[in-house]
Nanobody, 123 residues
């Protein structure tokens, strides 16, 4: 079993940056793929970014490509999401998720989810 907890959310002005962290418990972190999803009020959950186990490959939603970067530190059981040039439309609750089988953009393959952290971007 893996438990995930996010941190690093907060309020930031448009154009600013935030770095989210997702700390995982358990010894199997290095063997699972990790992703970030977000959900804005009144909207469906949206894929943001994902990274394979070992960090070999990364994937991004078109809306964040070039602005966000996902990486992982298996020694610290942590995955990060660096968010730069934040826009008003990035406002959402950001959740990290872990998958034993593979990565997808729907979230259906993910086995573990964190409670989420709020990111609010204002003008």
């Amino acid at each position: 079993q893996v438990q995930l907890i996010e941190s690093g959310g907060g309020s930031v002005l448009a154009g600013g940056s935030l770095r989210l962290s997702c700390a995982a418990s358990g010894r199997t972190f290095s063997s699972i793929g990790m992703g970030w999803f977000r959900q804005a009020p009144g909207k469906e959950r949206e894929f943001v970014a994902a990274i394979t186990r070992g960090g070999t490959n990364t994937y991004y939603a078109d809306s964040v490509k070039g602005r966000f970067a996902i990486d992982r530190d298996d020694a610290k059981n942590t995955v990060y999401l660096q968010m730069n040039n934040l826009k008003l439309e990035d406002t959402a609750v950001y959740s990290c998720a872990g998958s034993r089988l593979g990565l997808d953009t729907t979230g259906r393959l993910y086995d573990y989810w964190g409670p989420g952290t709020q990111v609010t971007v204002s003008s």
